[in-house]
């Protein structure tokens, strides 16, 4: 198969859809690989790095689309890129269709067929490409939370570990899910005092498991939330009810009572956040106060580092890529994790979720396939 990575095109992306890595095993599995000048730039991969991996150069993202049979990408096409996508190709992406009509509208016009990363699944249920982006925000969290707690930035001025002799901060973490997990690690790991809220006793029986008594645990009630966050330096928001929007857990009134300078750093912001006063913002302006509480909202924090980012992206998408490219169509009716992936396929939606979000009328996967 012919696959083709375009250069990311959205504001300030600047992962890439294959690394070098991936491509030399596209290239080993026997494809043919193209890769658009300077779509590893932001990672500092230069052409001649991908020309080493095996890949091909193409001078534009035209060049690209025009000449492959799979494209894989890091976010969902733009406008410009969807109108190059064909009936005969594979794209493998990012593609959060739901909330977003005229990039549906766009695919099911192409007759792409569209393999969305937030939707392929594995045996336990979980989404397992969506985890390393939750395991880059959960550990960012620490940093960009430590970082505000600096006095010249707003915060307390607090260090998380202390020093001898003085008391480190205290981390509370709403939600022990990825996010909750690995930012509960980097907390943990600079001496902060931590405890992880979670509404799943199983998860929590877990987590004291894995920490051994390093991370205090705590059944997430309304007192308990109230009593966490009055007494931390830190919150990090990293609940999440799937498929719905993040419920409000700290409300403004309780902001009244944490401690003035204290830190909020609301992971759960992309789907609309857990605390009342929480708002998206982006890296270049990636705080504000409400009442003396600091507050981190940043929609697409692993955007503040492509490099890890990309590479946990690639780790996590490479094995069912190769299958995808391997054996085309057939792997995506024979795998039920691909399946649960393909959103699009040649003008009909096939994931339920986004026919019921856009008033679409869905076909199951295989049907889909075999109709077509
Ligand atoms: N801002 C970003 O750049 C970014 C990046 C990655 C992930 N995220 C977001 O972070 C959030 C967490 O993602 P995740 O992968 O860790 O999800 P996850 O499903 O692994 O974990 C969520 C956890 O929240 C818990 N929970 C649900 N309701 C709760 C409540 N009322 N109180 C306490 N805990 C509760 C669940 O039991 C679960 O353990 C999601 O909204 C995700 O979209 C944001």
């Not at 959205?10 to 890595?21: A, I, M, Q, S």
């Not at 004291?208 to 390093?214: L, P, S, V």
């Not at 924090?301 to 780790?315: D, F, K, R």
Request: aromatic share 4%; charged share 20%; with cysteine.
């Amino acid at each position: 198969m012919r696959v083709g990575c375009p250069k990311e095109i959205k504001n300030h992306e600047y992962r890439v859809g294959l690394t070098p890595g991936a491509v030399r095993e596209y290239v080993a599995h026997g494809h043919e690989v193209i890769v658009e000048t300077r779509a590893g730039a932001g990672i500092g991969a230069d052409d001649n790095a991908y020309k080493a991996a095996g890949a091909k150069i193409a001078q534009s993202a035209e060049e690209v689309f025009t000449r492959s049979d799979m494209i894989v990408k890091v976010k969902e096409p733009q406008a410009s890129e969807w109108v190059q996508l064909r009936e005969d190709q594979i794209l493998y992406t990012y593609l959060h269709l739901a909330p977003d009509p005229e990039q549906t509208k766009g695919l099911v016009g192409a007759g792409v067929t569209a393999v969305a990363y937030e939707t392929v699944t594995d045996d336990n249920g979980a989404l397992p490409l969506l985890a390393p982006m939750s395991e880059v925000a959960g550990r960012l969290a620490i940093q960009a939370g430590a970082t505000a707690l600096q006095k010249a930035n707003g915060g307390r001025g607090i260090l998380l570990g202390g020093v001898p002799g003085v008391l480190p901060a205290k981390v509370s973490i709403i939600g022990g899910g990825v996010v909750g997990l690995n930012a509960a690690k980097m907390a943990a790991g600079l001496g902060a005092d931590v405890t992880i809220l979670d509404r799943s006793l199983p998860r929590l029986r877990q987590l004291d498991d894995i920490f051994a008594g390093r991370v205090r645990t705590r059944f997430s009630t309304i007192e308990a939330l109230e009593e966490e966050a009055f007494a931390s330096d830190m919150v990090v928001g990293a609940v999440l009810i799937p498929g719905a929007a993040a419920p409000k857990l700290v409300t403004r009134e309780m902001l009244s009572g944490m401690k003035a300078g204290a830190v909020i750093v609301d992971v759960a912001i992309d789907q609309g956040g857990c605390f009342e006063t929480s708002k998206p913002t982006t890296h270049s302006e990636p705080t504000y106060d409400v009442d003396g509480v600091i507050h981190y909202c940043v929609a697409n924090m692993p955007g503040a580092v492509p490099i890890t980012s990309a590479h946990a992206l690639n780790n996590a998408t490479l094995y069912h890529g190769l299958k995808l490219a391997d054996h085309g169509l057939k792997a995506i009716a024979e795998d039920r994790h691909l399946r649960a992936g393909l959103n699009v396929h040649r003008g009909r939606i096939t994931n339920r979720a986004v026919a019921e979000a856009l008033g679409y009328e869905m076909i199951e996967p295989q049907a889909a396939l075999k109709a077509a």
